[in-house]
């Protein structure tokens, strides 16, 4: 069984400060990995996605990938109010169906002014 | 961006009867579109994924006769939930990707099907 796990949180930080949100996987054969964000109520929407190791950057969000560890994480600096979500990290082993991305269950995200 | 619509956003209907949910690929052709489940507080669950010109693939546990798939087209592909009964109630979402290169998937808004 293949699995994404995430932690539930919820995760509270201040405003400004630095939001990480962790993710493990369990099939070594992942290849792409995503991080989505999804307000209550609403579809899921792309923040980033990452396929080597080592951090990508863009804007606020450092997305961090360690196949190694079986471990990818998102960084969110400078948070702030508009960023609390649930984040979702998804990873897709291409040897697959090519849509049958693998979904956490979701880190949800508080970010208090 | 890419862009992908789902109509309607909010269903309601009584036990026993049948809900029809389009999702529409707005600026590009999609020969695969994928439909997802998600109840409260879980997380997506892949349900079939919908193949232009050809039969849905479903996965393990998702009942083919009472979801019904159809992609007619390039740019349409709808989910039809027979017979809706009160466990059915959930978020379905349909997704679809442009390209291979990166798995990226464009979601549509999602549909909330309540059955009472």
């Known amino acids: 069984q293949k699995e994404v796990e995430q932690n539930s949180g919820p995760l509270s930080v201040p405003e400004g400060a630095i939001a990480s949100l962790n993710c493990t996987y369990s099939?070594?054969?992942?290849?792409?990995f995503f991080w989505y964000r999804q307000y209550s109520g609403k579809s899921p929407e792309l923040i980033m996605f990452?396929?080597?190791?080592g951090d990508k950057e863009d804007g606020r969000f450092t997305a961090q990938l360690n196949k190694a560890s079986q471990y990818v994480s998102l960084l969110i600096r400078d948070s702030q109010p508009s960023d609390s979500a649930t984040y979702l990290c998804?990873?897709?082993?291409?040897?697959?169906?090519?849509?049958?991305?693998?979904f956490g269950k979701g880190t949800k995200l508080s970010v208090k002014p | 961006g890419a862009v992908v619509s789902q109509h309607p956003s909010r269903v309601i209907c009584k036990s026993g009867t049948s809900v029809k949910i389009e999702c529409r690929s707005l600026?590009?052709?999609?020969?695969?579109m994928f439909w997802y489940r998600q109840f409260p507080k879980q997380s997506l669950m892949l349900m079939a994924t919908?193949?232009?010109?050809?039969?849905?693939?479903?996965e393990q546990g998702v009942e083919k006769d009472k979801f019904l798939i159809n992609h007619a087209s390039l740019t349409l592909s709808t989910l039809t939930v027979t017979s809706a009964h009160p466990e059915d109630s959930s978020f379905y979402i349909c997704?679809?990707?442009?390209?291979?290169?990166?798995?990226?998937?464009?979601f549509g808004e999602g549909s909330r099907l309540t059955v009472l």
């Open positions: 998804a990873v897709i082993n291409y040897g697959g169906s090519q849509g049958n991305l693998i």
């Open positions: 990452i396929y080597s190791n």
């Open positions: 600026d590009f052709q999609a020969t695969t």
């Open positions: 919908s193949n232009e010109g050809s039969k849905a693939t479903y």
């Open positions: 099939d070594r054969g992942s290849q792409s």
């Open positions: 997704s679809a990707t442009r390209g291979r290169a990166t798995g990226e998937l464009f």
